[in-house]
T-cell receptor
Framework: GEDVEQSLFLSVREGDSSVINCTYTDSSSTYLYWYKQEPGAGLQLLTY?????DMKQDQRLTVLLNKKDKHLSLRIADTQTGDSAIYFC??????????FGSGTRLQVQP | SQTIHQWPATLVQPVGSPLSLECTVE??????LYWYRQAAGRGLQLLFY??????ISSEVPQNLSASRPQDRQFILSSKKLLLSDSGFYLCAWDRGRTEAFFGQGTRLTVV
């Protein structure tokens, strides 16, 4: 079956860059996603990338995809305290439900 | 625009009591609907998904059930809650291609 793995915790200082990594196993994945969950709230889509792309940039966010190694990363430039949250990597293929990683808790220290 | 409503936001229920969580979607038709559970400090676990009225797929054996009585209504139920049913329950929808949209979640505490 499909599997998505992430490290559980990342701590950075305000103003530094954050890099959150994710690996997945399903080679048929069509879309790969990054969601953000703030405390006590639902998930908010940050960005997604098609599997035929290797990079996508959106303001402070940069997504890198290495399809050969099935590795996805999210880089947040100039990390702010408001970026503190849990970040979920997810993968999907067509009408199958998304498979989520366990989430990476990002702590931004002032 | 599309919106998803999920209620209640928080719920405290005794062991053995019934459960009914409701989720409704507005602004779209024939969505795929999902119930996820997020246990404390854990990732998201898919519980049920539905591709149409009356069509429910269960991902994990458990004490819970789901129903879809209308196109944009998805209900999560239990006849008798267990302590292990405590968690954060999220409803979501998509149209099968790109992003999924999530409700704000229900924090269930079984005491």
């Amino acid at each position: 079956g499909e599997d998505v793995e992430q490290s559980l915790f990342l701590s950075v200082r305000e103003g530094d860059s954050s890099v959150i990594n994710c690996t997945y196993t399903d080679s048929s994945s069509t879309y790969l996603y990054w969601y953000k969950q703030e405390p006590g709230a639902g998930l908010q889509l940050l960005t997604y990338i098609f599997s035929n792309m290797d990079m996508k940039q959106d303001q402070r966010l940069t997504v890198l995809l290495n399809k050969k190694d099935k590795h996805l990363s999210l880089r947040i430039a100039d990390t702010q305290t408001g970026d503190s949250a849990i970040y979920f990597c997810a993968e999907g293929a067509g009408r199958r439900a998304l498979t989520f990683g366990s989430g990476t808790r990002l702590q931004v220290q002032p | 625009s599309q919106t998803i409503h999920q209620w209640p936001a928080t719920l405290v229920q005794p062991v053995g009591s019934p459960l009914s969580l409701e989720c409704t979607v507005e602004g779209t038709s024939n969505p795929n609907l999902y119930w996820y559970r997020q246990a404390a400090g854990r990732g998201l676990q898919l519980l049920f998904y539905s591709v149409g009225i009356g069509q429910i797929s269960s991902e994990v054996p458990q004490n819970l059930s789901a129903s879809r009585p209308q196109d944009r209504q998805f209900i999560l139920s239990s006849k008798k809650l267990l302590l292990s049913d405590s968690g954060f329950y999220l409803c979501a929808w998509d149209r099968g291609r790109t992003e999924a949209f999530f409700g704000q979640g229900t924090r269930l505490t079984v005491v």
